[in-house]
């Protein structure tokens, strides 16, 4: 049984060393001078680093799947053979410019039915022997991972057919939970929530704001030596959202709003200093010299 299962590893692995080979090779079409800058093989699984100063388009990973997707489906021969280094660069000098090796090399070679070269590396890693023993070949994910370096993630048959599952049945969760028929409804339905969900959500604020300025004309507040007005608010009101109103209803007054969490904005009135009054009372603050912001728990003990 181990046996088996080994086997499928090896196989699974050498179906994504194939295919890494033939991403290299596509990659160095669009990226002239790129070259490998890290790669990892794994069961139908691959990544693969290179030297680029940009990402993908969206149409160069469907060129690049329907090239790869070719050579798997026209089965051309892998062929694997030791040589003398100065001879593999006579045949393929091209291929492998600057690495070091050792004067007997292995080449790895993908050729089509005319003798072209496909793709050609030096590698010691186990191949399949015919293109088509890849099944199928599928980009997921590409990045930047640091500066200059970008990351390709891609899958091999039957991870291929995994991921479809996966995305398919995201598809149909999505399609279930916004009460669509088929998956083509989808953009419609989307654009129609979103337009919906600003509409109330600028009708939220509107509310908000009526509500915040009701309660800060509502005589609701304290004073004390420092402050003309002290304002407890909720803390389920959008705190910044009460100062820009308080800041217009009250400019010639010294604001302190502040909730039971600590949070605490202070406002000073025309030509004073906020942030003079928060270092005067000791407590932790930030922002602007008219309103500075924090959350202190002193600011609770000024007021028992
Ligand atoms: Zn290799």
Not at 96 to 120: A, H, M, P, Q, W
Not at 251 to 271: A, C, G, N, R
Request: aromatic share 10%; charged share 25%; with cysteine.
């Amino acid at each position: 049984m181990k046996l088996i299962v080994d086997q499928c590893q090896r196989y699974a692995k050498m179906r994504a060393h194939t295919a890494t080979h033939l991403l290299h090779t596509e990659l160095a079409k669009i990226f002239k001078n790129t070259k490998q800058a890290g790669s990892l093989v794994d069961e139908d699984y691959l990544r693969f680093d290179f030297n680029a100063d940009r990402l993908l388009t969206s149409e160069e990973i469907h060129e690049i799947e329907k090239t790869i997707n070719q050579i798997v489906y026209a089965a051309y021969t892998v062929e694997v053979k030791e040589t003398s280094y100065n001879d593999a660069i006579k045949l393929w000098a091209k291929a492998f410019f600057e690495d070091k090796y050792g004067d007997i090399v292995r080449v790895v070679r993908v050729f089509n039915n005319e003798n072209e070269t496909l793709s050609i590396e030096l590698c010691g890693g186990t191949h399949v022997s015919n293109t088509k023993d890849i099944g199928c070949f599928s980009i997921s994910w590409q990045e930047a991972v640091a500066s200059g370096v970008k990351r390709i993630t891609a899958v091999t048959w039957p991870k291929v057919g995994l991921r479809m599952h996966e995305m398919q049945e995201i598809l149909d969760t999505t399609v279930a939970k916004l009460w669509i028929k088929t998956a083509t409804q989808m953009l419609d339905k989307l654009d129609k929530t979103l337009k919906e969900y600003d509409e109330l959500r600028s009708a939220v604020e509107s509310l908000e704001t009526l509500m915040i300025k009701d309660f800060l004309q509502s005589n609701n507040f304290t004073s004390n030596k420092v402050f003309e007005k002290i304002f407890n608010i909720s803390s389920d009101l959008n705190f910044k959202n009460v100062g820009f109103h308080a800041k217009i209803l009250f400019p010639d007054s010294t604001i302190l709003i502040y909730t039971k969490e600590w949070s605490f904005l202070i406002l000073s009135k025309k030509w004073s200093s906020a942030k003079k009054i928060a270092e005067g009372l000791g407590i932790r603050w930030w922002w602007t010299e008219v309103m500075v912001q924090g959350r202190d728990e002193n600011i609770l003990k000024l007021f028992k």
